[in-house]
């Protein structure tokens, strides 16, 4: 797509002008799958949002427009978290609404110490009914993961999930995981490796690999940019996506 083209071509244009210059301070949950232990500071709110492409098949295509994390810290150890994305789909039709809305919080459980892993867990709901067309749902569907992290070196840490997700049309379970190694390339710049997957009971799994960049932009401003691809098979397919984001703040 020239749109996501266009996009990325920007993000390495603002890559190459203030990688000399940001601050690193924010601390955000994307723009790989894996959750971050860490929680926004007590009293601040942090917005991070995205536009992802991704290819279903040769003739089906979904646009997220955006994606979207509304994150405010409530205490030192609670951060209260809205998510969702709106979503343009093509396919036998065009749909384009609001596809899916969570709410729910992550709370600090142990800060990382003499080895062992920083320790969050994350809970959230999926709101029912208010879904545009055909991606309406039916049930509140809830999730849970826990999130760890391990720092491994100056330049390295691992972060890494588990979870449990269920459907909000059928309720059946589908369980997670996710293991992205952290390369810190300067201050300023990170890049990740990822895979990361989901089981569901009834169905076969997925299993993916991708990667990415963030660059931060002061000690309030993130931009990122991401790719990856499903190594297993949906319907004869490999799918892949493409993603730019930016978060901020206040």
């Not at 994606?67 to 093509?90: C, D, I, N, T």
């Not at 969050?120 to 809830?142: K, N, R, V, W, Y």
């Not at 490999?238 to 703040?249: K, Q």
């Amino acid at each position: 797509m020239q749109f996501m083209k266009n996009i990325v071509c920007l993000f390495f244009l603002l890559l190459a002008c203030f990688c000399g210059t940001a601050q690193q301070n924010i601390q955000t949950d994307r723009p790989d799958q894996t959750e971050n232990t860490a929680l926004v500071p007590k009293g601040r709110f942090q917005f991070e949002s995205g536009v992802k492409h991704e290819q279903a098949s040769a003739d089906e295509l979904e646009v997220e427009l955006p994606e979207f994390l509304a994150r405010y810290g409530l205490s030192k150890r609670v951060e209260l978290r809205l998510q969702g994305q709106f979503m343009y789909e093509k396919a036998d039709r065009e749909t384009f609404g609001l596809h899916e809305l969570h709410a729910g919080a992550k709370i600090k459980i142990l800060s990382e110490k003499n080895g062992f892993p920083a320790v969050s867990l994350m809970g959230q709901l999926q709101i029912p009914g208010i879904e545009a067309g055909s991606f309406q749902t039916h049930h509140a569907a809830p999730e849970v993961r826990v999130l760890l992290r391990n720092t491994l070196s100056k330049k390295v840490d691992l972060g890494y999930n588990a979870g449990v997700r269920w459907d909000a049309n059928t309720m059946q379970a589908s369980y997670s995981y996710t293991f992205s190694p952290n390369i810190k390339l300067s201050d300023q710049l990170h890049a990740f490796v990822e895979s990361f997957g989901d089981f569901p009971v009834s169905r076969h799994g997925h299993q993916w690999a991708d990667g990415g960049m963030a660059l931060r932009l002061g000690s309030d401003l993130q931009l990122d940019f991401s790719l990856g691809m499903e190594l297993t098979k949906t319907e004869g397919y490999h799918h892949f996506f493409e993603s730019v984001g930016v978060s901020f703040r206040i």
